[in-house]
């Protein structure tokens, strides 16, 4: 498996040569049109839009519960050792290690039992055994912890055979986390094992940066909302709704400003309502070549535009720039195209901006059951399902048809099939990169 940190693509077999060389040819930003230069390839694309991200600085102290997903502001240093006592890791007879079997057995007299929570008084002597509970407090005197399907009752006490290890089954204190040790880092996303970190150290509440504002549009005369009929010629939008998910798995606060018509004008307005109140604004369609893609020439006029163009399959015309103190994407309009580049540039950069130190993504290899019709040039992010073939090695095969207007290519799929610019149409059995859309943590 590899990992690819927003500011350490390329990866994935496309050489640092390569992308240089061609990150060389492209004009600087502000040269000129964007719409009207060389598309970037998308590890040039990550590092320009990297370049440009500024993480929110202002933070807030909320609930340990309500911390959920959110980005810690500040070390966490441990108050305390966790555990905080030496402990049995088992159920079974704390004792002194002298006393185990080097050959046959041992029998021990049972003077007492120590609980989870309830500590036993009593100090083990040798030829001495305690009962003892998974968690429970060690007695004075033992050091060692023999399972208590290893011991056996007997007439003259437990009886206990051989190879066993001195210290064994025993949970030291501060094993965990010691007092005064860094328990989680400034720029660390909150996961539910955070949560449980916390709580372990007896901590209620954290300080963690600002949620994110964004902003997001549709544009498009041919959208309707549900809920509306559809007259002929039209659709439904539903790049507000995956654009909702997407965000809202983010955890930040998010500002829909709707449909928007295609004129410059309804399009300007709620660009410069979206600049007032937000720190990123998303929009789509609109950045293509068509007649009525007027986000190109409104944020042009209003902002700035960084590149307006990249060379991936499905997403193209992709829009960067900022308006005011605002980040922009323009993203594309067909509906897998929004998804690709908002997963592959516009995540990385909206979880910068939220403070987050790692961004990775994990990439592997699997094995490729399906043909994937490609021409070189392009990145392509195919969508694809993940399964392991009878030698337990990871395959993948493709989600149908790849338009970049399929959506259900993409609500199919587990995983991205990454196909670097220089590779041709894929075989069944070659080897692909593959992207998996959801890990655990
Ligand atoms: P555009 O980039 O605006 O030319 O849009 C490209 C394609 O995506 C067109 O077929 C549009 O109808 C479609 N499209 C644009 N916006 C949406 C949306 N919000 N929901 C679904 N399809 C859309
Ligand atoms: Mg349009």
Same mark, same amino acid.
């Given at each position: ?218 544009? $498009? ?5 549900? %809920?509306? =009929? !559809? &007259?002929? /010629?039209? #659709?439904?939008? @539903?790049?507000?709704?995956? +654009? ?63 590149? $307006? ?5 499905? %997403?193209? =015309? !992709? &829009?960067? /720039?900022? #308006?005011?103190? @605002?980040?922009?994407?323009? +993203? ?70 790849? %338009? ?14 990454? +196909? ?22």
């Amino acid at each position: 498996m590899r990992y690819c940190d927003a500011d350490r693509r390329p990866t994935m077999g496309l050489t640092d040569s390569n992308s240089m060389s061609r990150e060389h040819r492209q004009p600087e930003p502000g040269c000129g049109d964007p719409f009207a230069a060389d598309a970037l390839s998308i590890e040039v694309a990550a590092r320009r839009i990297e370049a440009d991200i500024v993480p929110i600085r202002d933070r807030e102290e909320v609930s340990l519960r309500g911390a959920l997903g959110r980005v810690l502001a500040e070390d966490v240093l441990s108050p305390i050792n966790v555990p905080s006592h030496v402990n049995s890791a088992v159920d079974g007879y704390a004792m002194r290690s002298a006393d185990l079997p080097t050959r046959g057995s041992a029998t021990l007299t049972l003077i007492g039992t120590a609980w989870a929570g309830r500590p036993c008084g009593e100090t083990v002597q040798l030829g001495q055994c305690i009962r003892i509970m998974t968690g429970a407090k060690m007695p004075e005197g033992a050091d060692t912890v023999v399972m208590q399907e290893h011991a056996e009752h007997t007439d003259t006490g437990m009886r206990i055979g051989e190879g066993h290890r001195p210290g064994q089954n025993v949970r030291m204190a501060g094993e965990d986390l010691a007092a005064g040790q860094p328990a989680a880092e400034a720029g660390k996303k909150i996961t539910p094992a955070v949560l449980g970190l916390m709580a372990s150290l007896g901590i209620s509440r954290v300080a963690v940066r600002r949620r994110l504002r964004v902003a997001s549009f549709a544009t $498009g005369d041919e959208l309707r909302s549900i %809920g509306e =009929p !559809l &007259a002929e /010629g039209e #659709i439904y939008d @539903s790049n507000r709704y995956t +654009l909702y998910g997407m965000l809202a798995r983010l955890g930040v606060d998010q500002l829909d400003l709707g449909v928007v018509r295609d004129t410059p004008e309804a399009i300007r307005g709620a660009l410069e309502r979206g600049a007032e109140r937000a720190d990123v604004i998303i929009t789509t369609g609109g950045v293509s070549v068509g007649e009525a893609d007027y986000v190109k020439e409104v944020i042009t006029d209003l902002g700035e535009v960084t590149f $307006g163009k990249i060379a991936i399959k499905p %997403g193209r =015309p !992709l &829009a960067f /720039g900022r #308006i005011g103190r @605002s980040l922009f994407f323009g +993203l594309p309009g067909n509906p897998v195209a929004v998804m690709v580049t908002f997963y592959q540039l516009v995540q990385p950069a909206l979880r910068r901006m939220m403070g987050e130190t790692r961004t990775s993504a994990a990439r592997f290899e699997a094995r490729c059951l399906s043909r994937l019709k490609k021409r070189p040039g392009r990145t392509e992010f195919q969508r694809g399902r993940l399964t392991v073939d009878a030698d337990g090695r990871v395959a993948v095969s493709k989600t149908g048809a790849q %338009g970049s207007g399929i959506l259900s290519s993409m609500s199919a799929a587990d995983c991205f099939i990454v +196909l670097p610019p220089e590779s041709g149409t894929v075989e069944p059995g070659d080897t692909v990169w593959v992207e998996p859309f959801e890990g655990t943590v």
